[in-house]
């Protein structure tokens, strides 16, 4: 059965990004969902070594929740997301972050993708989030959000992260990186996602019939 998330409970984001942890709030805000950051709770954070964007966010949801059992009742939640090229089967995905290297170089990673591209003429790509909800006594829900979009060369814009500034998301001629941030927000892979765990967990009226993932429609589940 599908559960929703109660005003004033308290979420454990499963992340020690102060950035992406603030992000977060500032969406759950109007809900008046506490949350808290794993670094706070002191949540370490596990490795990385499930094969799909799902399986990440669950293992990170799923051990920072079963961690804090013992002590509360907060639930955890979790994201994983990256770049998905139709022409590299998918890749980076799940190593988006990885082809960075440890000194974070999305210069370097961007130019990685563009090698690899060489002269394909399919530049299609997505944008991938999966939101991760654990509950203590081991419920999990998840969500998926996508942005698709294609790649262009070289790189424009410094306004995002990551590989913002090779991305052109469809229905756009600018890329992530020249875009307004609020406009990013309001269209990007990890809008989409919180836009499907709002709908299910926490919006009080079902006035979105589109979001078809529901696995219970009745709104008080
Ligand atoms: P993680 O979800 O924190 O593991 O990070 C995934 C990686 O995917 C990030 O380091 C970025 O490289 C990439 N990524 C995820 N979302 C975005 C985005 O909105 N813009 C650009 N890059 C992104």
Redesign the pocket.
């Known amino acids: 059965m599908r559960r929703r998330l109660d005003t004033g409970k308290r979420l454990v984001i499963a992340?020690h990004?102060a950035g992406?942890v603030r992000e977060i709030a500032a969406l759950l805000a109007p809900y008046r969902i506490a949350v808290i950051d794993a670094t706070t709770v002191g949540l370490p954070e596990p490795e990385?070594t499930g094969d799909s964007?799902v399986a990440?966010?669950e293992l990170k949801s799923r051990a920072g929740a079963g961690q804090l059992a013992a002590e509360s009742d907060d639930i955890v939640l979790a994201?994983?997301?990256?770049?998905a090229v139709t022409a590299l089967d998918g890749a980076?995905g799940?190593y988006?972050?990885r082809?960075?290297g440890p000194e974070?170089d999305?210069g370097k990673?961007m130019a990685l993708v563009q090698e690899k591209l060489a002269d394909t003429a399919d530049r299609r790509a997505c944008?991938?989030?999966v939101l991760s909800l654990a509950w203590p006594d081991g419920q999990v829900q998840n969500y998926e959000g996508t942005?698709a979009g294609y790649l262009t060369w070289p790189p424009r814009g410094d306004r995002?992260?990551?590989?913002?500034p090779m991305?052109v998301p469809d229905g756009y001629e600018i890329t992530?990186g020249e875009m307004d941030p609020d406009e990013?927000h309001r269209i990007?892979?990890?809008a989409v996602a919180f836009g499907k765990m709002i709908a299910d967990c926490l919006a009080t009226n079902d006035d979105d019939p589109s979001d078809d993932d529901r696995g219970d429609d009745s709104p008080g589940a």
């Open positions: 992340s990004n992406k990385e964007f990440n966010a994201d994983d997301s990256g770049l980076p799940i988006s972050a082809w960075a974070r999305f990673a944008f991938v989030s942005v995002g992260f990551g590989y913002d991305f992530f990013k990007s892979h990890r």
